[in-house]
């Protein structure tokens, strides 16, 4: 089954953003579900320390196994990676269990509704983003809310969307939409 988003390489690559197609992506969706009317975009980082570009990956696609106090969580983790040198890796064309519960804009649906970025970042004081990824993370915002005509507002940090047991990303998504909505107004 081939799900609905398969228009996410083309709306990146056509905003300039290098992109790397993950194997088997077009029929990857959580469950087998595909996502429903999408209305934004939610932004993550992965919690994880590493100097590699996208170590996460594997993690992306096949989810989270139990450890400590975390439950499992099966794969899809997001639809798109992005690495530390700004490149989008397509993992998922179809729903991506990224969100959990939570609301921004009246929309409670994360998983079905808003497309789940995973940027490779450890979120930690001391871990920079590096400025070709913060660039590359606005640019591609932009151009998905452009694609499916909404404007910033509806992009969001998982920490605003799920406030009391979400902080990421790190960074101040205030700043990070007002980027976008210049990117957006081409400015």
Known sequence: M??????????????????????????RGAGGADVGQ???VLCHHTGIRSKLNMPTLNALIN?????????????????????RDGTFFVVAAGRANHAGTGMWQ????????????????SGDDDDPW?????????????????????????????KEYAPKRKDDPSFDMVTFRAAVEKILSGV
């Open 2 to 27: 081939t799900f609905s988003l398969t228009w996410l390489p083309k709306v990146l690559t056509d905003a300039g953003l290098k992109v790397a197609e993950v194997p088997g992506w077009q029929d």
């Open 38 to 40: 999408t209305l934004g």
């Open 63 to 83: 989810g989270r196994a139990a450890e400590k106090n975390l439950t499992a969580i099966p794969g899809p983790l997001a639809q798109l990676g992005l690495g």
């Open 106 to 121: 009246g929309i409670t649906s994360g998983n079905t509704h808003f497309i789940g970025i995973e940027a490779e970042n």
């Open 130 to 158: 590096p400025q070709v990824q913060l660039d590359a993370y606005q640019r591609g915002v932009a151009a998905i809310l452009k694609h499916i005509g909404q404007p910033a507002i509806f992009c969001a940090g998982h």
